[in-house]
């Protein structure tokens, strides 16, 4: 198979199974989004989906997080990790949106980059579902696939970022990086991976990959 042979493979086999996609991170809008992928660095979505209602049940806007301290804060985050540096984070950008752009969430990777906390990847992840803006956000996930369907070299994520761009259509962005995280979670884990249900891996997996996996279920 060539290249782009396989990019084809990729989008049409994601497609059957994940038709409509999930955005796997509980928010209602803009600013819920932008705290709920804040709080999920290091963290499962899972675990975060556990803490932000109890969170946003007490502040769901700039103007109602900054009433809180940080410590405040911290004490509902902790289940999360990193409470220290994410608690100062929310705190400090909530007031930053009411100061420089009246409490909204700007369209703007330029913007959301500036903000206390927040990396290129949450970023990302915001402008392509809060804005439906094209970004293709690199998580753990999709970093590994890109890596193991002998896409992108697995050197880092802006590698493997900028590897996605090239090889997928950019209207096709917003729902493949969700298709690709939905699919590395269901059938291509890190741990306790079975290659027999892992049908892109399974056709066009890096040669390696493949042989290193065989190799060890056969000492098993």
Same mark, same amino acid.
């Given at each position: 198979?060539?290249?782009?042979?396989?990019?084809?493979?990729? +989008?049409?086999?994601?497609?059957?199974?994940?038709?409509?996609?999930? %955005?796997?991170?509980?928010?209602?809008?803009?600013?819920?989004?932008?705290?709920?992928?804040?709080?999920?660095?290091?963290?499962?979505?899972?675990?975060?989906?556990?803490?932000?209602?109890?969170?946003?049940? %007490?502040?769901?806007?700039?103007? /109602?997080?900054?009433?809180?301290?940080?410590?405040?804060?911290?004490?509902?985050?902790?289940?999360?990790?990193?409470?220290?540096?994410?608690?100062?984070? +929310?705190?400090?950008?909530?007031?930053?949106?009411?100061?420089?752009?009246?409490?909204?969430?700007?369209?703007?990777?330029?913007?959301?980059?500036?903000?206390?906390a927040v990396g290129h990847k949450t970023a990302s992840v915001v402008m392509s579902q809060a804005f439906n803006v094209p970004a293709f956000p690199v998580?753990?996930? +999709?970093?590994?696939?890109?890596?193991?369907?002998?896409?992108?070299?697995?050197?880092?994520?802006?590698?493997?970022?900028?590897?996605? /761009?090239?090889?997928?259509? /950019?209207?096709?962005?917003?729902?493949?990086?969700?298709? %690709?995280?939905?699919?590395?979670?269901?059938?291509?884990?890190?741990?306790?991976?079975?290659?027999?249900?892992?049908?892109?891996?399974?056709? %066009?997996?890096?040669?390696?990959?493949?042989?290193?996996?065989?190799?060890?279920?056969?000492?098993?």
């Open positions: 198979m060539t290249k782009q042979e396989k990019v084809h493979f990729v +989008i049409t086999t994601l497609e059957k199974i994940y038709p409509e996609v999930p %955005i796997p991170l509980d928010h209602k809008d803009p600013y819920t989004l932008l705290i709920a992928v804040l709080l999920s660095a290091q963290s499962t979505d899972v675990k975060v989906n556990q803490i932000t209602p109890i969170l946003f049940e %007490i502040a769901d806007d700039p103007y /109602k997080m900054v009433q809180l301290s940080v410590e405040e804060i911290r004490d509902i985050i902790k289940p999360v990790g990193l409470s220290p540096m994410k608690s100062k984070g +929310i705190h400090g950008l909530s007031k930053i949106l009411i100061e420089k752009y009246n409490g909204q969430v700007p369209q703007s990777f330029e913007a959301l980059e500036s903000f206390p998580d753990t996930h +999709i970093h590994r696939l890109m890596y193991r369907w002998n896409l992108s070299n697995g050197k880092n994520v802006v590698q493997t970022e900028r590897d996605a /761009k090239r090889l997928f259509p /950019k209207e096709k962005w917003n729902k493949l990086h969700l298709q %690709i995280i939905w699919y590395g979670r269901q059938f291509s884990p890190a741990r306790a991976w079975d290659l027999e249900k892992d049908t892109i891996t399974k056709t %066009i997996g890096r040669k390696s990959v493949i042989k290193e996996y065989l190799e060890k279920v056969k000492k098993t």
